[in-house]
Structures are given as C-alpha cells and as structure tokens.
T-cell receptor
C-alpha cells in the first residue's frame, strides 16, 4: 500500500515569512495529492490539491508543486499570517482507489 | 444545509460499555470513511464503505465495527469500550467517480473511556 512521509513535524515562522512543507509518497500509481488544514478543535478541510498530470498549482498565497519522478510534493505558503497557524496534512490517493493515505501532519505556528 | 454530521461530539463512558458513534451526510455521497485521530495528530483509516452493504477494514486494525444500511448513514460501534479506545473519531465522505476527490470531514466525536 501507499506510504506518505511528511516533514517537518513542527514549523515555526514569523508573520510574513514563507513556509514550506514537504511530502514523499511510495506508490508510483498515486495520482491525486490533496492538502488539508486542521485548525485547533476543528475538522480537516481541503485547501488545495494537485493531480499527477500537473506540476504546480497556485491559489492566492498557497501553492503546491509535484515531482512525479522523485515522488515528492510540497506545500508553499507565502506571506504567512497568524490565521495560517494550524496542522497541515498531505495525502496521496492511488489510481481509482478512493482511499487517501495521510502524512503524519505538520504543526505550523505563525508568530506575530 | 448539505453537510456531514457526527453525534455525539463528546462522550465519556466507563470500561465495558457499548457505544455507537453516529455519522450522517446529506450530500448524497456514496463513499464514507472513519478515521481515528490520536493526540499526536496522525489520521488513521479504520473503516470505509463504497456503498450500501459494502464495508471494509482500513489500514489501522480496530475493534470497532461499522454498518452501511442506508447511503447517508455510517455508524461505528464499539461492543466493549476500553481506555485504549480513547481518541477522536472523524467521519468523512466523498462523491462518486466523476468528482474532484475532495474528502469532507465531520466535526468529530471525542471519546474518553475511563
């Protein structure tokens, strides 16, 4: 089955700085890579996703890049704000299998 | 409003009790999932269902059981709760083949077994 590694487990940045979270996956058949944000006491919510036929996707201050050859993908948050503080999860889904395998999560803290 | 609902949100029970965590979604999704989230944040898939009368065990072994008699309803049952079952349980759903793949989560049920 799929195995997703996520780094770092914790990340602390100053407001306005950029934050980068990296993930690797093991199954070359995986073709869908979402990122979820979970604020304290709240449910995880999708913030951005990318499919295997795309190398990069942006949505305002967040972007995701995918390197299929190396089997890794990254989340980039620019101009971080205190409200970006949360746990971020990467995930991978293989082919037509509708199970998502999640990384262990990254606790991002943005200091004002 | 279309959403995914979990009850109870919080539950404290004694060892040996039987409990059922309810999950209902009003989005017409055919695929539903149960995740266990430990204090260290990690999400573990414990059960999933791709439709009525279809249930499968997930990647993390669990003593719980599930049923899927109606599309919108996916309850999880623990026959005899133990302190090791203390955790947050998140229900999720996603629509059929022509979808974006987004997983929609409920707000979770936080279970404490004394």
């Amino acid at each position: 089955g799929e195995n997703v590694e996520q780094h770092p487990s914790t990340l602390s940045v100053q407001e306005g700085d950029s934050a980068v979270i990296k993930c690797t996956y093991s199954d070359s058949a995986s073709n869908y890579f979402p990122w979820y944000k979970q604020e304290l006491g709240k449910r995880p919510q999708l913030i951005i996703d990318i499919r295997s036929n795309v190398g990069e996707k942006k949505d305002q201050r967040i972007a995701v890049t995918l390197n299929k050859t190396a089997k890794h993908f990254s989340l980039h948050i620019t101009e971080t704000q205190p409200e970006d503080s949360a746990v971020y999860f990467c995930a991978a889904r293989e082919g037509s299998n509708y199970k998502l395998t999640f990384g262990k999560g990254t606790l991002l803290t943005v200091n004002p | 409003e279309a959403d995914i609902y979990q009850t109870p949100r919080y539950l404290v029970i004694g060892t040996g009790k039987k409990i059922t965590l309810e999950c209902s979604q009003t989005m017409g999704h055919d695929k539903m999932y149960w995740y266990q989230q430990d204090p260290g944040m990690e999400l573990h898939l414990i059960h999933y269902s791709y439709g009525v009368n279809s249930t499968e065990k997930g990647d993390l072994s669990s003593e719980s059981t599930v049923s899927r008699i109606r599309t919108e309803h996916f309850p999880l049952t623990l026959e005899s709760a133990r302190p090791s079952h203390t955790s947050q349980y998140l229900c999720a759903s996603t629509p059929g083949p022509s979808n974006t793949g987004e997983l929609f989560f409920g707000e979770g049920s936080r279970l404490t077994v004394l």
